[in-house]
């Protein structure tokens, strides 16, 4: 199993501003992914982090918006740019592990953002 | 696409009684299904999985079936306690090279009184 941590845990940040959100695997993985979690709503994939080459993104989120880096394989950052209330979520770093038995998905605690 | 379909909440029950969290799912190919379950406060934590077709997936007293022809995986526990209350996330992802992405259904909010 992957144990990920998340900085910060918890933010409020003012309207304009930028936050960079740093997530630390304690393996070496290939993928690592970004989801956000709005307000009493489910999870929606942001982007997708491999090392060494650019985030790809999902439909309705793009580079500009959603920096993402990819230093190694147990790093990664994404920065929330000109934040206004609408980003108000939280975001999580997730990996996947392949087992024999098949993939499964592990997730950081997750970076609580409000936005004023 | 992929998509995942989950009863509506909120759920209200009673300790010791019966729960069932219905899940539906569409794929285009031959998913991993998940249940997923976020405490308040806290972050999202693997409940159970199944990776084919009639696996049972149990944790905790929870159990889920993996139906391929009825393309479903509902969420059942026999009798519930107080500590059950949180919200449920039923999922899926591709066992492929994007196994990584899950998609996730809406969440059900449970809580369970004394």
């Known amino acids: 199993s992957a144990v990920i941590s998340q900085k910060p845990s918890r933010d409020i940040c003012q309207r304009g501003t930028s936050l960079t959100i740093q997530c630390q695997v304690d393996s070496q993985v290939t993928m690592m992914f970004w989801y956000r979690q709005q307000p009493g709503q489910s999870l929606t994939l942001i982007a997708t982090a491999n090392q060494g080459s650019e985030a790809t993104y999902e439909s309705g989120f793009v580079i500009d918006k959603f920096p993402i880096s990819r230093p190694n394989l147990t790093f990664s950052t994404l920065t929330v740019s000109n934040m206004s209330p609408e980003d108000s979520s939280i975001y999580l770093c997730?990996?996947?592990?392949?087992?024999?038995?098949?993939?499964?998905?592990?997730f950081g605690p997750g970076t609580r953002l409000t936005v004023l | 696409g992929n998509s995942v379909t989950q009863m509506e909440g909120p759920v209200t029950l009673s300790e010791e009684a019966f729960l069932t969290i219905n899940c539906t799912y569409t794929?285009?190919?031959?998913?991993?299904l998940f249940w997923y379950v976020q405490y308040p406060g806290e972050g999202l934590q693997l409940l159970l999985k199944?990776?084919?077709?009639?696996d049972k997936g149990s944790n905790k007293g929870f159990e889920a079936t993996y139906r391929k022809e009825t393309t479903s995986f509902h969420l059942e526990k026999g009798s519930v306690q107080v500590s059950d209350s949180a919200v449920y996330f039923c999922?899926?992802?591709?066992?492929?090279?994007?196994?990584?992405?899950?998609?996730f259904g809406d969440g059900t909010t449970l809580t369970v009184k004394p």
């Open positions: 999922a899926l992802s591709d066992q492929g090279t994007n196994a990584g992405k899950s998609t």
């Open positions: 997730s990996v996947e592990d392949r087992q024999l038995a098949g993939v499964e998905q592990f």
């Open positions: 794929a285009t190919g031959y998913p991993s």
């Open positions: 199944a990776t084919k077709a009639d």
